[in-house]
Structure formats: structure tokens, C-alpha cells
């Protein structure tokens, strides 16, 4: 499998690592869920992978890919979302070669599953994944070998953090997966979340450590407010989460 490190049954497969070099991110934009999905890769080796892809917009990400001379190693999911199908399925079939990938704890099919503590390599690059459950019991958080960035899922938002009512949610479990696995990142380090509905695109550690209103509460004031968001269900969430534990797997035209 080149260029990720997985651990499976107590095997650990690694391939070539490092960095060095500025890394090539595109910030892309899904209106409808107001989903961001990144596009992260080594301008030297050419490879790349794909954080949050959405079903609608996968022809546009794949010929962003093809237009830029990448090759697409991954397209790797935070978590099984609930308010859109993932394009991980269809950039399986797009571009031949792409893998799926997601947490094991999701408990969602993809190609590759990924733990606490795995890095996916693409050239000389790597994302640790951090696990970071509460919003969902899969969700994680990737974040750059050289701790400048963190692609956040749902886990933490710009001044807001993913909503703990579904999907075996749990409001104390994210306050203390962002406390311990995002707020112990250094407090420059770039904050991308999965999605933004005020038009932020990129916060810091240290902004939402002290500016956060939520996650700058106590434990229990924090679970508290989560309570009590009486928010209404995601739209397309009947739809969605049946379709992401198959990973949007798509049979690939014949």
C-alpha cells in the first residue's frame, strides 16, 4: 500500500515518510451541507489525498486532481457524516487507484480502516490520526506530521463544535477529545473544520481555546448546553448514514 502506515492484527506497514517541502492544499466548498473538503499534496511526488469528500461534488475534486497532475492515493473520511453521502465511493471509480478510507470505530466499510495513533503518508507527508470521539463514536483528527495543520471533522468548528444528540453521541466524550487530542496541539497550528455555516474558513489552537464559546466552558457547563441545543434532525440523515457505512462504496461501471 504506498504510502500509508496502517497497524493490522499487530502488524505495522510503513513506507517512505519525511517532509520538506510546501504542501499543496486546495480548500473546496459543498453549499448544500456547507461541507469543506481538502485536497492535500507532496508537489514532488505528485500523490495526494482527499479529507471529507461529498457525492455531489466528486466529478469537480477529481478533475481538480487531474488538472493539477495529481495521483489520489485516499479519499478519507472524519467521520460517518449525517448530513451528506460521501464522495469516497465515486472517486474510487473516477480515479482508479483512489482508496477509501475511514475509522474502524465508524463501523462503516471502506477499503482501509484507521486507529488512533495510524498515519497516512502521501509522498512526504504524513496525517497522524488522533481519535477524537463525541460527535460520533468514529470521528478522528488528522493532523500534519509537523503539527501546522489539523483537519478537525466535526469534532471542532470555528467557535463551535459537531452537535452530540445522534449517532451514539456523547457531550462529555468531545469535550475531552478536543481538550486532550486538539487544544494540546501547539496554539499556532491551523484549525480546518469539516464544515462552516458563517463563511470561516480557517481558525487557530489558541482561537478556539480561548475563544470558543462553547469549549471554553467547565466540563459540566459544556455538557449542559449540548443538552439543550434542541436543534432540528439533519435533513438528509435517513439517507446519508445508511449510504456512509457502506462508505458511499459505488460499483465501479463494467
Excluded at 517532509?19 to 495526494?48: H, N, V, W
Excluded at 482508479?96 to 471502506?110: D, E, K, T
Amino acid at each position: 500500500m504506498a504510502g500509508v502506515t496502517l497497524r493490522f492484527a499487530g502488524r505495522q506497514l510503513s513506507q517512505r515518510s519525511g517532509s520538506g517541502a510546501p504542501i499543496l492544499l486546495r480548500q473546496l466548498f459543498e453549499p448544500k451541507s456547507c461541507t469543506y473538503t481538502y485536497l492535500l499534496g507532496d508537489r514532488e511526488s505528485r500523490e495526494a489525498i482527499l479529507i471529507d469528500p461529498v457525492l455531489e461534488t466528486a466529478h469537480r475534486d477529481a478533475q481538480l486532481v487531474k488538472e493539477l497532475g495529481l495521483r489520489l492515493l485516499y479519499a478519507v473520511n472524519t467521520h460517518c457524516h449525517a448530513d451528506h453521502i460521501t464522495g469516497s465511493g465515486l472517486l474510487r471509480s473516477l480515479l482508479p487507484g483512489c482508496q477509501s478510507v475511514i475509522s474502524r470505530l465508524s463501523g462503516a466499510q471502506a477499503d482501509l480502516h484507521i486507529e488512533d495513533g495510524d498515519s497516512i503518508r502521501f509522498g512526504r507527508f504524513a496525517l497522524e490520526t488522533r481519535a477524537s470521539p463525541g460527535h460520533t463514536p468514529g470521528c478522528v483528527t488528522f493532523v500534519l506530521n509537523d503539527h501546522s495543520m489539523a483537519f478537525t471533522g466535526d469534532a471542532l468548528l470555528i467557535r463551535g463544535c459537531g452537535r452530540t444528540d445522534f449517532q451514539q453521541g456523547c457531550a462529555k466524550t468531545l469535550y475531552h477529545s478536543v481538550h486532550e487530542k486538539i487544544f494540546t496541539l501547539p496554539g499556532d497550528c491551523l484549525v480546518y473544520p469539516a464544515h462552516d455555516y458563517h463563511g470561516l474558513t480557517v481558525s487557530t489552537v489558541e482561537e478556539e481555546r480561548t475563544l470558543n464559546p462553547r469549549l471554553t466552558l467547565s466540563c459540566e457547563e459544556f455538557v449542559k448546553v449540548m443538552d439543550n441545543l434542541n436543534l432540528p434532525k439533519p435533513q438528509q440523515i435517513d439517507i446519508a448514514v445508511p449510504a456512509n457505512m457502506r462508505c458511499g462504496v459505488q460499483t465501479p461501471p463494467s
